[in-house]
C-alpha cells in the first residue's frame, strides 16, 4: 500500500511537472473546441431568446462573415446570431460562435464601422483560441486534482457557455483589440468602402462615456469587456502604426 501511495504521488508530482510546461491551447483540439462550442451555443440559446428580425440577422451575418475572410483563422465555420436581450455586450463561444444582443445593435444604429469593430473583436477572440486556452486551463487543473472530465463535452460546454460570465486577461483583450483592427484594415485595403478600424477604438470611447453617464444599461459589457484609457491608447496606436506603415497587418 505504502508503494501504491508514493507511485501515486510520484505521477502526480510528474504530472504537474508536464502540465506546467504545457500550452493550454494545446490540450483542445479544433474539433472538440467546435464540439463543445456547438453545445454551449445550443445552452445560451435554451437560456435567451434568438431575435429574427431578418434585416437585422442580415446586416450582422454580413458584417461577420465578411470580417471572418480577413482573419487570421478561417479554418472554421463562423456562425453569428443576435440575441434579443436589451443589454450592450457581444460575445464568443469555441468554435466559431458569435453572439450579438439587440441592445448592442441599437445602441449602433447608424454607426456600421463600431458595431463591425465589436464583431471583429470577438473573431479576434476566437482567432487567438483563447476559448481553447481557457478550457486548457480548466482541464490541467482537473487533471491535477483527479476529476478529469474524459471528454465530456456537455461538461466543457457548460463551462463554455459561463465565458460571458467571465472577464478576459487583459492581455487577451489587447490581443483581440488588435486582431480585429487587423482584421477591419485588411478588409479595407481589399475594398476602400470597407468597414473603417476606427469603429472598435470609437465604440471603446463610447463604452467609456456611457460607464460614467448610464452604468446600468452599459453593466453586462463592461463586467465581461473592461474598458480602459490603456486599452483605447493601444489600441489607437496599433492603427495609426498601421496607418502609418510602422506595422503590418500581414
Given at each position: 500500500?505504502?508503494?501504491?501511495?508514493?507511485?501515486l504521488?510520484?505521477?502526480?508530482?510528474?504530472?504537474?511537472?508536464?502540465?506546467?510546461?504545457?500550452?493550454?491551447k494545446?490540450?483542445?483540439?479544433?474539433?472538440?473546441?467546435?464540439s463543445?462550442?456547438r453545445?454551449?451555443?445550443a445552452?445560451?440559446?435554451?437560456?435567451?431568446?434568438v431575435?429574427?428580425?431578418?434585416?437585422?440577422?442580415?446586416l450582422?451575418?454580413n458584417?461577420?462573415?465578411?470580417?471572418v475572410?480577413?482573419?487570421?483563422?478561417?479554418n472554421i465555420?463562423?456562425?453569428?446570431?443576435?440575441?434579443?436581450?436589451k443589454?450592450?455586450?457581444a460575445f464568443?463561444?469555441?468554435?466559431?460562435?458569435?453572439?450579438?444582443?439587440?441592445?448592442?445593435?441599437?445602441e449602433?444604429?447608424?454607426?456600421?464601422?463600431?458595431?463591425?469593430g465589436v464583431?471583429?473583436h470577438?473573431?479576434g477572440?476566437?482567432?487567438?483560441?483563447?476559448?481553447?486556452?481557457?478550457?486548457?486551463r480548466?482541464?490541467?487543473?482537473?487533471?491535477?486534482?483527479?476529476?478529469?472530465?474524459?471528454?465530456?463535452?456537455t461538461?466543457?460546454?457548460?463551462?463554455?457557455?459561463?465565458?460571458t460570465l467571465?472577464?478576459?486577461?487583459?492581455?487577451?483583450?489587447y490581443?483581440?483589440?488588435?486582431?480585429?483592427?487587423?482584421?477591419?484594415?485588411?478588409?479595407?485595403?481589399?475594398?476602400?468602402?470597407?468597414?473603417?478600424?476606427?469603429?472598435?477604438?470609437?465604440f471603446?470611447?463610447t463604452?467609456?462615456?456611457?460607464?460614467?453617464?448610464?452604468?446600468?444599461?452599459f453593466?453586462?459589457?463592461?463586467?465581461?469587456?473592461?474598458?480602459?484609457?490603456?486599452?483605447?491608447?493601444?489600441?489607437?496606436?496599433y492603427?495609426?502604426?498601421?496607418?502609418?506603415?510602422?506595422?503590418?497587418?500581414?
Amino acid at each position: 500500500m505504502r508503494y501504491h501511495a508514493t507511485a501515486l504521488v510520484l505521477l502526480i508530482i510528474t504530472g504537474s511537472m508536464m502540465l506546467t510546461g504545457c500550452n493550454p491551447k494545446s490540450l483542445v483540439s479544433t474539433s472538440q473546441e467546435i464540439s463543445i462550442g456547438r453545445e454551449a451555443a445550443a445552452q445560451v440559446e435554451s437560456q435567451y431568446k434568438v431575435d429574427t428580425d431578418p434585416k437585422l440577422n442580415a446586416l450582422v451575418n454580413n458584417l461577420g462573415q465578411t470580417l471572418v475572410t480577413c482573419s487570421d483563422r478561417q479554418n472554421i465555420k463562423y456562425t453569428f446570431k443576435i440575441l434579443d436581450v436589451k443589454d450592450v455586450n457581444a460575445f464568443s463561444l469555441p468554435g466559431g460562435w458569435v453572439y450579438v444582443n439587440k441592445g448592442l445593435v441599437d445602441e449602433t444604429d447608424g454607426k456600421t464601422d463600431e458595431l463591425a469593430g465589436v464583431i471583429a473583436h470577438e473573431i479576434g477572440h476566437v482567432a487567438a483560441r483563447h476559448h481553447a486556452a481557457m478550457m486548457g486551463r480548466e482541464l490541467q487543473a482537473n487533471i491535477l486534482i483527479g476529476t478529469l472530465t474524459k471528454g465530456d463535452v456537455t461538461t466543457l460546454a457548460s463551462i463554455a457557455a459561463n465565458f460571458t460570465l467571465l472577464r478576459w486577461s487583459r492581455k487577451q483583450e489587447y490581443e483581440a483589440d488588435k486582431l480585429g483592427i487587423k482584421e477591419m484594415w485588411r478588409c479595407r485595403n481589399k475594398d476602400p468602402q470597407a468597414y473603417n478600424a476606427q469603429g472598435l477604438v470609437d465604440f471603446f470611447g463610447t463604452l467609456q462615456a456611457k460607464q460614467k453617464k448610464e452604468p446600468s444599461k452599459f453593466e453586462q459589457i463592461l463586467a465581461t469587456h473592461p474598458v480602459t484609457s490603456e486599452r483605447i491608447k493601444r489600441a489607437q496606436e496599433y492603427l495609426d502604426d498601421l496607418k502609418a506603415g510602422r506595422a503590418s497587418a500581414n
